[in-house]
């Protein structure tokens, strides 16, 4: 069973702030995705990093793959209200179609 | 947004009933999945589809069931439903084993 652990499990930060989340597991992963879930809505694909140690940026989003495929990190710059939300991270194996989720990071960025 | 609708969007029964849930794509694409989040684990694959009439369970598949008969419907079935099945359902649609778009979910409550 592959299992993803995210930390912290709850973070609430001032606007302008700079954080990273993380999510670690004792697994290798083909691919890792980042999501973000708003409340009552389903999560939205943020990226997809399926290279050790990639990074990919999506604005002032940092996404960082472990070198072993093991774990990966977010860090967001200068956070704004509107980054509040779920941080979902997801583990996927190309030999399997199971996917599996962490619990998430819930996020809270006041004004 | 991704062409997912999901109905209904909230429903309440009563244990022992049965419960069909209903996930419809405008998208053309191959691979629909069904899961379920509940707080503390995330989102949970119930089951899968990677075609019309090709289906897999997913990590909680016990107590469901699913068909599709076409490639734009995915549906979910709880036979006899529990409390236990009280939750949050999300269907999703994407390639292989990473899930693209998701719906905006189904919150089902059961007395």
């Known amino acids: 069973t592959q299992l993803l652990e995210q930390s912290p499990q709850f973070l609430s930060i001032q606007e302008g702030e700079n954080l990273t989340v993380y999510c670690n597991s004792s697994?290798?992963?083909?691919?890792l995705q980042w999501y973000r879930q708003e409340p009552g809505e389903g999560p939205v694909l943020l990226v997809t990093?399926?290279?050790?140690?990639e990074v990919k940026k999506l604005k002032r989003l940092t996404f960082q793959f472990g070198d072993a495929r093991k774990d990966s990190s977010l860090h967001i710059t200068a956070a704004q209200p509107g980054d509040t939300g779920l941080y979902l991270c997801?583990?996927?194996?190309?030999?399997?179609?199971?996917?599996?989720f962490g619990a998430g990071t819930r996020l809270t960025v006041k004004p | 947004d991704a062409g997912i609708t999901q109905s209904p969007r909230h429903k309440v029964t009563e244990t022992g009933t049965p419960v069909t849930l209903r996930c419809h794509q405008t998208e053309n694409h191959r691979y629909m999945y069904w899961y379920r989040q509940d707080p503390g684990h995330g989102l949970r694959l119930i089951h899968y589809?990677?075609?019309?009439?090709?289906?897999d369970k997913g990590e909680v598949s016990d107590g469901y069931s699913v068909s599709r008969s076409k490639t734009e419907d995915f549906l979910l079935t709880l036979e006899s439903a529990t409390s236990s099945q009280t939750s949050v359902y999300f269907c999703?649609?994407?390639?292989?084993?990473?899930?693209?778009?998701f719906g905006d979910g189904t919150r089902l409550s059961i007395l």
């Open positions: 997801a583990g996927g194996d190309y030999n399997n179609n199971d996917m599996r």
């Open positions: 999703a649609i994407g390639t292989g084993n990473q899930p693209q778009h």
């Open positions: 990093v399926v290279t050790g140690g």
């Open positions: 589809s990677y075609g019309v009439k090709d289906t």
């Open positions: 697994s290798v992963f083909s691919s």
